[in-house]
DNA sequence: TTCCCGATTTACT
DNA sequence: GTAAATCGGGAAA
């Protein structure tokens, strides 16, 4: 089943959070399916985080996106060179999303690996990211479609138990102060598709 | 129009 | 461990 908008017009760390054992799925125009199960999620809390594209309510072409109402994908391009895949949260207007950091492969391996040439190993086909956007032939071309739609989407599965949910610190973001420290990036326990650098427990 | 720098990845010392 | 790659967004001018 895949899941609703509902699922994503709440609030933002709870979507990051529930999000960890879903299966995200990008249907190829042959028909062909790249899905993986999510493993590491950041939430972006919008006018609050410093260190969200939309803070204090900053709202420009690229960010617009987010302000969009939940269920909506966000990409952009990050260094010149990276996709990076979010899902909108919230109702219409409030600019929070979650980005998908990273994903444990199910089915597409072998076209995954096409396009994922520097890759050497499995564990490095969407361990981050970009990687994971390289992977799935995700780019801003997808920026803004609805995850209803039947192209980019994500599929429901069981919930991860709560003792299987690492809280910590949000990667790429030092520059944000205090919001830095937030506990806001969440992975599944000792999954080796997580990204570097493996969180600490918190 | 100019300038600075980023929600990253990879190669190299 | 450090640095290069690479370019568009956003702010200043």
Redesign the pocket.
Known sequence: MILPLEFYQRDTKKVARELLGKILVHKLPNGKRLAGRIVET?A?LGVIDL????YGG?R????ST?FMAGGHI?V???????S?L?VVTQKMGVPE?V?IRAVEPTEGVDEMKKR?P??RKEI?LTS?????C?AFGISRKHNALLLTDGEVFIEDAPPLKRSQIVASA????E?AEHAAEWPLRFSERANPYV?KPQPSDG
Do not use: F, Q, W
């Open positions: 950041e972006y260190a969200a594209h939309s900053l420009t072409e690229r960010t987010m966000y952009y391009l990050i260094y010149g060179l990276h990076c979010n999303a980005l994922r520097k890759a490095d981050g990211p970009g990687k994971l390289a949000r990667i790429g973001v520059y990204s």
